[in-house]
């Protein structure tokens, strides 16, 4: 074990012997080991704090919010349909992944003005681009339809 889940391993011992689970032999390592990684997901806390053992680790976390978007103009289509079409599944293209293709493909904006454009990081623009023309090549090569989500 990565020295980490040493620690979490001992603390989750110490929590165990608690309610005497660990010492009747009810827990299995697969177990301990779930639990590990249940309390390595909530361990670590936004803005770096940081949960003890002592807190409820099985808190669900909320994480940071979403951050809000800008978008300057909406598609004026919500379907497209691939003739012939090949099959009957639907790719779905977000909002965001239209307007970051639409400014970088079509106005030709760099992924920096992009990204201030639409109030986001320029790796955002890019994780965007990305995953928008991966689903674009997919319709146009597997004949899927494509639907723009509006929200």
């Avoid at 165990?16 to 660990?22: G, I, M, R, S, W």
């Avoid at 639409?118 to 790796?123: L, Q």
């Avoid at 994780?127 to 989500?149: H, P, Y």
């Amino acid at each position: 074990m990565p020295h980490n889940s040493l620690l979490l391993f001992k603390a989750f011992c110490s929590y165990a012997q608690k309610d005497n689970k660990l010492l009747k032999g009810q827990l299995s390592y697969n177990c301990i080991e779930k639990q590990i990684g249940d309390y390595m997901r909530n361990y670590r806390c936004r803005r770096g704090r940081r949960m003890g053992p002592e807190e409820d680790y099985m808190q669900p976390m909320r994480g940071r919010p979403l951050k809000e978007i800008e978008i300057e103009a909406f598609p004026k289509i919500e379907r497209v349909v691939p003739s012939p079409q090949i099959s009957d599944e639907t790719v779905f293209l977000s909002i965001a992944e239209y307007e970051a293709l639409r400014l970088v493909d079509l106005e030709g904006l760099n992924q920096f003005d992009t990204g201030n454009s639409m109030n986001v990081s320029r790796g955002t623009i890019w994780r965007l681009l990305d995953s928008g023309r991966r689903k674009l090549i997919q319709v146009i090569a597997e004949g899927k339809n494509l639907e723009i989500e509006k929200q």
